[in-house]
């Protein structure tokens, strides 16, 4: 799984490297699924309902440092109801706040079962 990056996230690391606005990188961040394809410029709409929530993910640096991965499992517990998720995010926040990183699905997926994303298979480049 590979993650495209937001427009507002790039201008967060912009401002970063400018040292405004006192960007703080996070230990723990929070994988979310989203019901529609997402884009730079799109609205995601997030799953609701069935249970879900948005998982904790932590990263590490690969050994090339153009790169970072998920360095534990992410599990999302079987839901109540099934859903339809086409997308996935990473957030700042459990709930609400802004999502960083973006991937979509190849085809839309039913979430009926828990969903294990293994360490080291959600990856993020910066390039």
Known sequence: MSLG???SFSIAILKFIANK??????STYYLGLTQ?????????????????????VSFDVGTNDDFMHNDIDVVFPAPSSA??????????DQVGGEMMW?????QP???????????????????
């Open 5 to 7: 990056k937001r427009k």
């Open 21 to 26: 606005n006192g960007f703080i990188p996070q």
């Open 83 to 92: 859903y339809q998720v086409s997308g996935y995010g990473v957030f700042f």
């Open 102 to 106: 973006y991937g979509n699905f190849a």
């Open 36 to 56: 529609n394809l997402i884009t730079q410029d799109n609205t995601p709409i997030e799953v609701s309902g069935g249970g879900y929530v948005r998982q904790p």
């Open 109 to 127: 997926q039913t979430i009926d079962k828990q969903i294990v994303v293994p360490s080291g298979s959600l990856t993020i480049r910066e390039f």
